[in-house]
């Protein structure tokens, strides 16, 4: 079993930045591979980054150079780094650990075992 807690989200204006964070404990395989997803008021949960062990990321189109995930060396804390926001980033943010994630993508969050508890980022 993995535990994640996440910490760092918050209100910003358009055009600024906020640095998302997420701890992991327990089984640490699943932790092999974190990521973020989204989920916004009446939409589906969205994937939004991903890393696995050795570094290698992915990311969503509408993220792309302006968010930047980074993985600690002990492989239990991830940080998603946040700029450039914009209105249509406002969601709920949470932090994802599975292999599947990296393995497959970031359109499995129905594949997800382990998820944080969410963390509001609003951009207004």
């Known amino acids: 079993h993995v535990q994640l807690v996440e910490s760092g989200g918050g209100s910003v204006q358009p055009g600024g930045s906020l640095r998302l964070s997420c701890g992991a404990s327990g089984h640490t395989y699943s932790s092999n591979c974190m990521g973020w997803f989204r989920q916004a008021p009446g939409k589906e949960r969205e994937g939004v980054a991903a890393i696995d062990q050795h570094g290698t990321t992915s990311y969503a189109d509408s993220v792309k150079g302006r968010f930047t995930i980074i993985m600690n060396n002990a492989r239990n804390t991830v940080w998603p780094q946040m700029n450039s926001l914009l209105p249509e980033d406002t969601a709920m943010y949470y932090c994802?650990?599975?292999?599947?994630?990296?393995?497959?993508?970031?359109?499995?969050?129905?594949?997800?075992?382990?998820w944080g508890q969410g963390t509001q980022v609003t951009v207004s």
């Open positions: 994802a650990a599975d292999v599947v994630l990296c393995l497959y993508g970031l359109g499995t969050a129905d594949r997800i075992d382990y």
